[in-house]
């Protein structure tokens, strides 16, 4: 049972408090969004609605035969959300009480949260200082007998070295299972993400690279036998209905949202190029400024879910956040706690100390709009914005 206590208080940085104003550039790209899509979109919504399927229908089965398709796999299995994506593929690798995953300090909490959900333990390493990324190197040196999988995370589009890891976890007989969310569409060697693990979870959060209207997410794999558990756990344990094999879930990806997907879908390689423009312009603009850029390592395709910089200092965030606020630019610290730092972790025992890139990223990374409908002018002012932060205009 889970103690919760709610007197405890809660500090909220000062950088929170202070970001007032409504983002003039920054917020509003779902909507601009819809204005390119929504007409293909209502008819989709207009071809569910009157066949009375809602779930487990042709239009999910199509969506994930195209999905995978699209990801160089053999199989996909829509999924409720991103976090169900991540808890129920580990399931079915079978991770358990006593067992271990390995992922990195500084992604978002829930990628912890579906090793917690097996009754399995996180274990956290730092990530490397160009990339922000888990390296085989330092997943190697956490391992322990009790390991059984390794969860590498696409930080922000940057899709991680995998080769090293996947011949890591054969040594070790682990599983990998990929936490794609932040990297629908990336390749890695001309491969695409969600081929490259045994797995990989995909989250439909609305602002990702291809996003539901709600929530959703997709498991892709090309392993038979993963795939028939993972069917069996998304739809309450069961291969023939009616008959309960294990206790499974409730977390399918339901009609409306796999239809409206698959226009997302035929758009997404455009959209992640926009997405490059942008970051170009950011480069290109930025190039001189104290910032640290986003490295792109020479095996990456990197489809930039978030163009993240490095601060000199987390007293330069703090300012330069202010500052863009005071010119209604919704600049941002994405993961500014890692989540070995949280309080749901707290009785694991880590320090910052433990994490030295990653507890600095933490304080120092500051990241720009980043979405597919964001105009090259608008681009352009925030990148000058900054400029004018540091008196370079």
């Known amino acids: ?63 994930e035969e195209d999905f995978a398709a699209y990801s160089d796999s053999k199989f996909a299995i829509g999924i409720s959300s991103g976090t169900k994506a991540l808890h129920i593929a580990l399931e079915a690798m079978g991770l358990g009480p006593g067992d271990e995953a390995i992922t990195v300090c500084n992604t978002y909490v829930t990628t912890a949260f579906a090793v917690s959900y097996c009754g399995a333990t996180p274990v956290f390493v730092d990530v490397d ?18 390991t059984k999988a390794i969860i590498p995370v696409h930080l922000y589009g940057h899709v991680v070295d995998m080769d090293p890891l996947m011949a890591l976890a054969k040594k070790h007989n682990l599983w990998v299972l990929e936490d794609a969310s932040h990297a629908h569409g990336g390749y890695y060697k001309g491969r695409r993400v969600g081929s490259l693990g045994h797995a990989a979870a995909f989250s439909f959060y609305p602002s990702k690279n291809m996003g539901a209207y709600g ?15 993972i069917k069996m756990l998304r739809y309450v344990g069961q291969r023939v209905k009616f008959i309960h094999e294990v206790i499974g879930f409730q977390d399918r990806l339901d009609e409306l949202q796999a239809a409206m997907m698959s226009v997302k879908l035929k758009n997404l390689d455009d959209w992640n190029n926009r997405r490059r423009k942008i970051a170009a312009i950011y480069d290109e603009i930025l190039k001189d400024t104290p910032l640290q850029l986003p490295y792109v390592a020479d095996y990456c395709h990197h489809v930039y879910y978030s163009y993240a910089t490095i601060t000199p200092s987390e007293e330069e965030r703090k300012k330069l956040l202010m500052f863009m606020n005071e010119h209604e630019i919704g600049a941002f610290a994405m993961y500014p706690i890692m989540v070995p730092m949280q309080q749901a972790y707290e009785d694991l025992g880590y320090k910052e100390s433990d994490f030295p890139v990653g507890s600095e990223y933490a304080k120092r990374v500051f990241n720009l709009p980043m979405f597919e409908t964001l105009r090259e002018d608008e681009a352009r002012e925030v990148a000058r914005t900054i400029l004018a932060y540091y008196d370079q205009v």
Request: without cysteine.
């Open 129 to 146: 200082p160009k990339t922000y990324n888990m390296t085989a190197e330092l997943v190697e040196a956490k391992i322990t007998p009790k």
């Open 215 to 229: 929530d959703g997410g997709i498991i892709t794999t090309s392993d038979q036998e993963l795939y028939e558990k």
């Open 1 to 63: 049972m889970t103690k919760i206590d709610l007197s405890r208080k809660i500090e909220v940085p000062e950088w929170v408090r202070g970001l007032t104003k409504p983002s003039r550039i920054g917020e509003g790209h779902l909507e601009r969004q819809w204005e390119e899509i929504g007409d293909e979109v209502m008819q989709k919504v207009k071809e569910v609605l009157p066949t009375g399927k809602y779930t487990l229908g042709p239009h999910l089965k199509k969506f």
